[in-house]
């Protein structure tokens, strides 16, 4: 075992796929903390919950990230990987984003809400304010802003009231209570263009009108007779000023007057607010300031940044401020209290703002910061707890397409043991700790955007409204073949095949046949099914479009006539069958008979939209009559049968659980197909009989591979986003008791490796000879499997021995010194589990043939190069 594997590589840089520049960055709220807290918030210590990031795009789309961690461990090295999409109408930009507590009221205080929890906007640059249905994947609602072009959007931290900062200067109030969305009042007009905005912090009061200290005990009170009430609101406008309205009255209460050059106006990009009222602005001259909210005078000013501050953050416990833009650089800023102004009472803010930090984590433009846990600008006394022994976590994006995570633990608790929750290193301060960049993936919901025709020899690859085909050259015969981790570039690769589509929404899912014939391509509106002809002059692909397919979808499609899109689609590996899953969570399986201008529906399956019990974000499905049963007093039986945790946590306000179907596997005899959601629910069918065979239990995390083992095709190996595997035996509805050994002890050097797991390959079975039989009983054992990430590859051999997994080094000098009688063993474990990093960044792996692997490379650098030049300031003298 451990055996060099050699395999002719086609190594394949020639695909133009380009992802989408990030535009906003946003985590939710946490729950209001209770206005009867008196008492000071004390930080806690232990292992602490991570929210949702959501992430705009400047083409529309909006991504849905979760955090790969469990709840026994603090750390999670591949952060955050995309859980959901929702697809932008086309054409169209997200330039701002705002999330919102959907029922404040009824959320634990102690609590991370969840999706349906939530309420998402965002605005495009137009008049329109859009709210999304995040569960769905839907546009939920729009609403005209009747004020002009909508610079910036931002929600009260009781998230009640939606401001939005309008063209003609003027703010406008929506009301969001009871999950509403309606016109509630316009503040004075100012004579400038709001581009930024945010809240000050509330007030504590009764529903009667008395505040917290006005006079009566509220611990005699009912808890649901008290409210906070808003006070102000701060806004930065495009004159070189920042404007402060009061909420109750709608007039403008002070002016704020920034620096100007030249005469030329200066842009206030961003504004936050502390709880204690300090107002912190950036501006388009690269200065940072501070603001007594109170006097409205400044207070402190920073000449932080060369170009424009876009983007700033308050760090969790309000102690520090993080600042970005135009330049690239992140810069930190933190308050310390000096003991000369401690004793000084005169002061209204004896605290001063220090720039401590400096870091260049990005190329170009930032336009996004973040930080987890959120802050929001209540009164020190009422702010939420939070661990101390864990570092807050950065997030940024920009031009660049990709996240980047810091860890953000300030400078005076380095004493302290503080746990780095990316594991990048021990040291978890801004300063000093290593970022991490998140890998952008190339389809919807963390999928992969490309596909491989193995008969064909065709690579697809799709984009926002375009798709293109290209055509791989055939294995040359070398006199020797190139090793494994030696890969040569393929040449001769031609396009065959470009199309740009006319679709309401930016695309979704795509597939094309293994014999190159068939091509389908969705929406989140309307599929498309195209026949594919090979002209003979110049070897290109003319598109056929099947006319009646839509109209076909529609009449299986339930209760939903006019949205029948696809949330993931595949074929057969014989190319006669086309599995759809629609955006409404039903899987068709359609035959495409020998006229390649029709199709027809075989069987429609509903399982993915069967109601199941939601307990911490997990689903139980429990034992069915039959395929289709809704019965609520069904759901409660296997509720009791699947032996919960006690007090668990429903899903409330929705009878359903509506469903997106993200990845589906096919076996390589035909026989099998897999699905998952974003649920965790796994079903498995029979495509020979077309009937559902089995469900698979709810694992901790999502699936993000899927793939059938050739040489034993009814094994399912899954792999999930935090490197971890499960291989299952389909026909024998069970888990072969050989894999424990293997998905239990998997090497450190593989589960922590920072890109998580976006497919898996398996090496084709040549053709054998009619006496050579598997010894085994096809127990699936004799696999070889390539797992591959952004930034690597990793060779996995099922039969190998398992070890308990680690770096080379350690088990050579283990074996050195004569005490580990296993070090053979591990050793094989080492070899077998073979890491490749030497590809930036994979798009596609897969095999072609037996002994033909094609990677497809997208290099971060050939991505930036069709970007505008980078800021860049030259120095004089500097070398």
């Not at 859980?83 to 086309?90: H, P």
């Not at 009878?655 to 096919?666: F, G």
Request: glycine letters at 8%.
């Amino acid at each position: 075992m451990g055996e060099r594997t050699t395999l002719s590589v086609h190594r394949c840089r020639f695909v133009d796929f380009t992802p989408s520049s990030i535009t906003a960055l946003a985590f939710p709220p946490l729950p209001l903390p209770s206005i009867k807290g008196k008492k000071k918030a004390v930080a806690v210590d232990g292992i602490p919950k991570f929210g949702p990031l959501i992430v705009g795009h400047a083409n529309g789309n909006v991504e849905i990230s979760e955090w790969t961690g469990s709840t026994e461990s603090v750390e999670a090295p591949q952060a955050w990987v995309v859980r959901k999409t929702l697809s932008g109408v086309n054409p169209s930009k997200v330039d701002s984003l705002a999330i919102t507590l959907k029922y404040p009221d009824e959320l634990p205080k102690d609590d991370i809400p969840s999706l349906a929890d939530l309420r998402l906007f965002t605005t495009g640059g137009g008049s329109q304010l859009t709210e999304w249905d995040m569960i769905n994947g839907t546009i939920r609602r729009s609403l005209l802003s009747n004020g002009g072009s909508i610079w910036s959007i931002a929600a009260n931290p009781a998230s009640t009231i939606l401001a939005m900062g309008c063209e003609d200067g003027s703010i406008h109030l929506l009301s969001l209570e009871y999950d509403t969305l309606q016109h509630l009042r316009r503040l004075d007009r100012s004579k400038s263009r709001i581009l930024s905005l945010a809240w000050g912090p509330p007030l504590p009061r009764w529903k009667g009108g008395r505040t917290l200290n006005g006079g009566e005990d509220g611990d005699s009170s009912d808890e649901d007779e008290d409210e906070w009430q808003d006070s102000w609101i701060v806004a930065g406008c495009s004159d070189s000023s920042l404007r402060k309205w009061d909420v109750s009255s709608g007039r403008v209460l002070n002016r704020m007057g920034t620096d100007k050059i030249r005469g030329e106006r200066t842009l206030v990009w961003t504004v936050a607010v502390l709880g204690d009222g300090v107002i912190i602005s950036g501006d388009s001259l690269g200065m940072v300031k501070f603001w007594d909210s109170q006097t409205c005078t400044q207070l402190q000013s920073f000449e932080a940044h060369g170009a424009d501050v876009l983007c700033l953050a308050i760090g969790s416990d309000g102690t520090s401020v993080y600042t970005s833009g135009i330049d690239q650089k992140v810069t930190q800023f933190s308050r310390i209290e000096s003991s000369s102004s401690k004793g000084n009472s005169t002061l209204p803010y004896p605290a001063n703002w220090v720039r401590t930090a400096s870091k260049r984590m990005h190329s170009h433009d930032v336009r996004g910061l973040s930080i987890w846990p959120p802050y929001a600008p209540f009164p020190s006394s009422h702010q939420l707890p939070f661990p101390t022994n864990v570092a807050p976590l950065l997030v940024s994006g920009g031009l660049d397409m990709s996240i980047v995570v810091a860890p953000a633990a300030l400078p005076q608790n380095s004493t302290a043991h503080i746990f780095n929750p990316l594991m990048t290193s021990v040291i978890a301060t801004f300063e000093d700790a290593y970022h991490r960049r998140i890998a952008y993936t190339s389809g919807a919901h963390g999928t992969v955007g490309l596909h491989l025709a193995k008969r064909a020899r065709l690579v697809l690859s799709t984009g926002d409204t375009s798709l293109a085909v290209w055509r791989l050259p055939e294995k040359p015969v070398l006199e020797e073949e190139s090793p494994f981790a030696m890969p040569g570039e393929a040449p001769g690769w031609n396009k065959v095949l470009e199309m740009s589509l006319r679709v309401k929404t930016n695309l979704v899912a795509s597939a094309i046949s293994d014999d190159g014939h068939w091509l389908a391509v969705s929406d989140t509106f309307e599929v498309k099914l195209f026949w594919l002809q090979t002209d003979s002059s110049g070897g290109d692909l003319k598109p056929k479009r099947v006319r009646n397919f839509q109209t076909l979808l529609q009449g299986d499609h339930p209760n939903t006539p006019t949205h029948c899109g696809a949330s993931a689609l595949t074929f057969s590996p014989d190319s006669s069958k086309l599995v759809v899953a629609s955006t409404a969570a039903v899987v068709l399986v359609l035959e495409l008979v020998s006229d390649p201008t029709s199709a027809r529906v075989l069987r429609r399956f509903d399982q993915h939209r069967n109601r199941g019990l939601m307990i911490e974000g997990r689903v139980l499905t429990g034992r069915r009559r039959d395929n289709n049963d809704d019965d609520p007093a069904t759901d409660a039986s296997d509720a009791k049968s699947a032996q919960v945790d006690p007090q668990p946590r429903y899903t409330t306000h929705a009878e359903a659980v509506p469903a997106t179907i993200t990845r589906m596997a096919t076996s390589p005899d035909g026989q099998w197909l897999a699905t998952t959601d974003d649920h965790m629910r796994t079903h498995i069918f029979n495509l020979d009989a077309v009937q559902h065979h089995t469900t698979l239990p709810s694992f901790p995390q999502r699936a993000h591979a899927l793939a059938f083992a050739p040489s034993s095709p009814s094994l399912l190996i899954l792999g999930f986003a935090n490197n971890t595997l499960e291989l299952y035996d389909v026909e024998a509805r069970q888990f072969p008791p050989w894999s424990r050994a293997l998905c239990t002890a998997l090497p450190k050097r593989f589960t922590n490796l920072h890109d998580a797991i976006l497919g898996v390959t398996l090496a084709p079975v040549a053709p054998a000879a009619p006496d050579d039989v598997d010894k085994n009983g096809g127990n699936g054992k004799d696999v070889l499997a390539l797992f591959w990430g952004a930034t690597w590859l990793c060779k996995v051999e099922f039969a190998a021995p398992v070890g308990w997994g680690g770096f080379e080094k350690k088990r050579r000098r283990r074996g050195s010194r004569g005490v580990d009688h296993g070090a053979e063993r591990d050793w094989n474990a080492v070899h077998n589990f073979k890491l490749v990093t030497q590809y930036r960044q994979i798009l596609l792996a897969d095999f072609l043939s037996p002994g033909e692997l094609v990677v497809v490379e997208r290099p971060l650098t050939d991505v930036l190069v069709n970007l505008p030049p980078a800021y860049y300031r030259p120095k004089y003298g500097a070398s």
